[in-house]
């Protein structure tokens, strides 16, 4: 799939407004007119000169090819063309080229798999794709302007992609793995012991696909001789059931979620031939828990595995002999708490050679590792974090990366020999900035936004200078300058014991520093996030802060303990105590602001959703004499009911880590509720499954505390479709309206 910058959905406001200074109104969080168009599907050309973009037009959709440097475009393909070869196709809602880009693999009819999968977006310029998701494919050969429909059966495909060539396609179906030969079209089985509910080939399990975002487990050798692929096997992984609220007998979806402690998946990596029709197996020791990623190396005779233990932090890795499966360790990086799976990791032209990131030193810095030599090479310093590595340039040796430099609030864009000589700052404005590299290294596109400024995206050259706008979202600013908005400032928080926090308030359109103001908290705080940052974020639930602030609330965000931006130490102190510095640090954080002045300290409450519903649960129970009110959406209130991997990862199993489990379980602190307490879930939640809610409830009542609650049937984590959203943040408001 392409790559994506950060961006909001392109849409078309159609709103017109004539009044001028209005405040936000409760239906414009919902009614459109804050978003922003966005540059996040741009596909470069091999040649760097050239870019391409799917655009939605009245009458279908266009595979456009711009010019750099003018603009100008001209249309590879569309779906009035794929249409006349197969009337029965739908609209063109993605696409990828082959690396020769003599071929096109255009995807439509885009279904997600299941329930649990149907909310989990990616947004593009054309309509929201899933991450776990069959479709129908077709391939558009460029030099003959011919169309062939990737699969014969009558049905969909998964996780599609064309050889380097072009030539060949492989694709999944009915979890197994199969090619096709587009020349001739003969389809040809990779696998066929794939099983719903046992054997998977090709995709990620559940629990793989959400905390290693691995979706498609497949992968071509750079010459397209071969293919290395994920086999799951999770006949041992017990059943999850979410029971669908329709009709006279309500139905159920069974799949498989290893919780806290229990079995996972076992993994294995096949390499198949596609010569001689042959798999080898990849030869890993004895002890493996996780596999987390898979890659070639730039030689097709050489896989790269990098594997994990149960508790993640020991990492291995190991290259493949991609003919016999034999393998050899590499390299391997050991922590204390746990080591976070990222795509910062390159190979440079020795294979032996190859560039990553590590906090090892304190804080996520660039690495040069020899691994012949045993020779290790820190390339970037300082107390700051490098949070993206953008890729490297081996003509000029330049890296190119984001980093933390300039405030753990903010993003810059820098390059860096890969000596570790002639740092350049390519971003000056301060705020978020992203930057997507042509593969040349010749150009970029960079992304710009502040808090209270949408982005804008201009084309630049490597150095930084500036050819063209793309988009400088100008009719959004307009917008925007309608309404008395907010005031938002950053502030720093100085806690007893010395720690500071970055924090975040909202303050309404008329504030008077002589009256007093009931307070809000939106917390998060799960590890690595980030709540406070000079970047524009026009969500729901953020517009819902700006209509609360400007009827009269304080809206503040504190970043605890925990969270990211900050260095290792900072975050990784939660390690095995979940849900005890963050909860200390938000009721430390809210006595703070309650001495504030303007600030009424018999009105403070708190929020979050998730993690932070989590934590909202945790600081209305631990800091009962500072908050009167407190909203949780589906939050954990119990961390053995969650996922093994995200839970494990910093908590170690429930038999190693008791007191862990039972500290920093909402489920058991719940008697200390005192204030008003609504509690908010859906009774299909994939990932914080309801049953979270029910055993709060059941406490709850048990100790009688009282309490309002809401279930929204069938709906799943993220808690919308139809009115779910605008029925959720209305009685969301009249719970604050009514109780603070």
Request: with cysteine; proline share 3%.
């Amino acid at each position: 799939m392409k790559k994506w910058l950060t961006g909001l959905l392109c849409l078309v406001c159609s709103s017109n407004i004539s009044a001028q200074d209005r405040e936000i109104s409760f239906f414009n969080i919902f009614d459109g007119r804050f978003t922003t168009a966005s540059v996040h599907s741009l596909d470069w050309m091999q040649d760097g000169q050239f870019y391409t973009r799917a655009v939605r037009l009245s009458n279908g959709v266009e595979v456009r090819k711009f010019d750099i440097i003018s603009g100008s475009f001209e249309v590879i393909v569309s779906s009035d063309q794929l249409q006349s070869y197969y009337p029965e196709a739908g609209q063109i809602q993605d696409y990828q080229f082959s690396k020769n880009e003599e071929f096109l693999l255009l995807i439509t009819d885009i279904e997600p798999l299941s329930r649990k999968d149907e909310l989990i977006q990616i947004e593009t310029d054309i309509e929201p794709l899933w991450r776990s998701f069959k479709a129908n494919y077709f391939v558009y050969d460029r030099t003959r302007n011919s169309f062939l429909k990737l699969g014969e059966s009558g049905e969909k495909q998964q996780s599609a992609e064309l050889s380097p060539k072009g030539n060949q396609a492989a694709f999944v179906q009915d979890n197994n793995l199969f090619w096709k030969d587009l020349e001739n079209g003969e389809i040809r089985k990779i696998t066929d012991d794939g099983e719903p509910g046992k054997i998977i080939n090709g995709t990620a399990d559940w629990v793989y696909g959400e905390e290693f975002g691995l979706a498609k487990g497949w992968f071509w050798s750079p010459d397209g001789s071969k293919i290395a692929y994920y086999k799951f096997d999770e006949s041992d992984v017990r059943d999850f059931t979410l029971t669908e609220w329709n009709g006279t007998y309500p139905g159920e979806i069974q799949f498989k979620y290893p919780k806290a402690g229990e079995q996972n998946s076992d993994v294995q990596i096949g390499i198949y031939s596609i010569n001689n029709g042959e798999t080898v197996w990849a030869d890993l020791p004895e002890g493996i828990e996780y596999i987390p990623r898979i890659s070639w190396t730039r030689k097709a005779s050489t896989l790269a595995i990098k594997t994990m233990n149960r508790l993640q932090n020991h990492l291995q890795l190991y290259l493949v002999d991609a003919k016999t499966g034999s393998s050899e360790s590499l390299w391997e990086l050991n922590d204390e708490a746990w080591i976070d799976v990222n795509d910062n990791f390159t190979f440079i032209s020795d294979d032996h050679s190859f560039l990553f990131t590590s906090d090892k030193d304190g804080y996520n810095h660039l690495y040069l590792k020899d691994a012949r030599q045993g020779e290790t090479k820190q390339i970037t310093t300082g107390e700051w974090e490098v949070t993206d590595f953008v890729g490297y340039d081996e003509t000029n040796q330049w890296l190119y990366y984001i980093s933390t430099e300039d405030s753990p609030l903010e993003r810059h864009i820098y390059r860096i020999k890969i000596d570790g000589s002639d740092k350049e700052k390519l971003s000056w404005e301060s705020g978020w900035n992203q930057a997507d590299m042509s593969p040349d290294f010749q150009f970029y596109v960079h992304s710009h936004s502040t808090i209270e400024t949408p982005p804008s995206y201009t084309l630049r050259r490597a150095d930084g200078e500036e050819i063209r706008v793309i988009e400088a979202n100008d009719s959004a600013k307009r917008i925007l300058e309608n309404f008395r908005l907010p005031k938002i400032t950053f502030k720093t928080i100085q806690l007893e014991d010395a720690e500071k926090l970055n924090a975040m308030m909202i303050t309404p359109p008329d504030f008077d520093p002589g009256k007093k103001y009931p307070l809000i908290v939106y917390v998060y705080g799960g590890p690595g996030s980030q709540t406070v940052v000079n970047r524009y974020r026009l969500s729901h639930k953020h517009l819902w802060h700006y209509y609360l602030a400007a009827n009269g609330y304080i809206v503040v965000s504190v970043d605890n303990r925990g969270t990211g931006g900050r260095g290792r130490d900072f975050k990784k102190q939660l390690y095995k105590k979940l849900g005890q510095y963050e909860t200390a640090d938000q009721v430390e954080a809210a006595r703070y602001f309650s001495r504030m002045e303007y600030v009424d300290a018999e009105r403070i409450g708190i929020w979050g959703w998730s993690y932070g519903g989590y934590l909202s649960t945790l600081a209305l129970a631990e800091g009962n004499e500072i908050f009167s009110l407190g909203i949780a959406v589906a939050p954990v209130t119990n961390w053995r009911y969650y996922n093994s991997i995200f839970t494990e990862r910093y908590l170690q199993t429930p038999e190693m880590n008791p007191d862990g489990y039972e500290t920093g379980a909402p489920v058991n602190q719940a008697d200390k509720i005192e204030g008003k307490y609504l509690l908010i879930h859906g009774t299909a939640d994939e990932y914080v499954h309801f049953q979270h809610a029910v055993d709060m409830v059941d406490v709850l009542v048990r100790n009688n505390v009282q309490f309002q609650t809401m279930f929204y049937p069938n709906r799943n984590h993220s808690i919308h479709g139809g009115n779910t959203r605008l029925h959720m943040f209305r009685m969301m408001t009249d719970f604050v309206k009514e109780n603070l």
